[in-house]
Structure formats: structure tokens, C-alpha cells
Nanobody, 116 residues
Framework: QVQLLESGGGLVQPGGSLRLSCAAS????????MGWFRQAPGKQRELVAT????????HYADSVRDRFTISTDNAANTVYLQMDSLRPDDTAVYFC?????????WGQGTQVTVSS
């Protein structure tokens, strides 16, 4: 009943910035937590950041804590990931995620490539 649409990925040089967006539609009231995961080639999918929809309390993986910021719009229908000081090892497919009363929902993913 919830659908997620990601945007904002692309190619950026090391040290640059990107802002990812994830727009949720459908039964928004059932969402408790929204977040971002990423999966690099040959590696397991890993948690990047989460935000509780009601309280907007953020959580970050240690590897991105000083560089990334997760936030939502006023209605908490869109989640953003501001990525600064990007490194080549940030290269991955980034997936939006939400935990709802009916289960976990995933977006299709957006590619982020950090390269010179």
C-alpha cells in the first residue's frame, strides 16, 4: 500500500555533494521509519541512515555520520539524504526503505558513482 520513488543519483567527483530524494505515496500513515540503504558491487546491502517519521529522530551508520544528513519534509512524505564530502567508496546503489504496519517496502534504487 506504500510506494517509494527515488531520485537524485548520478556521477560526482570525490569531495562533491549529492542530494537524494524519496517520495512516498499510498498509505503514508502506516509508515513508522524511513531510511536509506546502499549496496556496492560485490558487497552486502548496508544501512546508511534512518529517521523516525513521527519524531524525526535520525540515526547514522558510523561511516557516514560526519558527512551525510537525513531529513524529511513537513508532512514526512519525502525523505532526503544530503551527501557531502563524497568518497569513491561511497559508490553504490542507494535504496529508499520504509517500515510500515504491513511490512517493509523498498524503492528500486538510484546509482551514485563517485569518481574522477
Amino acid at each position: 500500500q506504500v510506494q517509494l520513488l527515488e531520485s537524485g543519483g548520478g556521477l560526482v567527483q570525490p569531495g562533491g555533494s549529492l542530494r537524494l530524494s524519496c517520495a512516498a505515496s499510498g498509505s503514508i500513515f502506516t509508515i513508522g521509519v524511513m531510511g536509506w540503504f546502499r549496496q556496492a558491487p560485490g558487497k552486502q546491502r548496508e544501512l546508511v541512515a534512518t529517521i523516525t517519521r513521527g519524531s524525526r529522530k535520525p540515526h547514522y551508520a558510523d561511516s557516514v555520520r560526519d558527512r551525510f544528513t537525513i531529513s524529511t519534509d513537513n508532512a514526512a512524505n519525502t525523505v532526503y539524504l544530503q551527501m557531502d564530502s563524497l568518497r569513491p567508496d561511497d559508490t553504490a546503489v542507494y535504496f529508499c526503505n520504509s517500515i510500515t504496519s504491513s511490512g517493509t517496502v523498498w524503492g528500486q534504487g538510484t546509482q551514485v558513482t563517485v569518481s574522477s
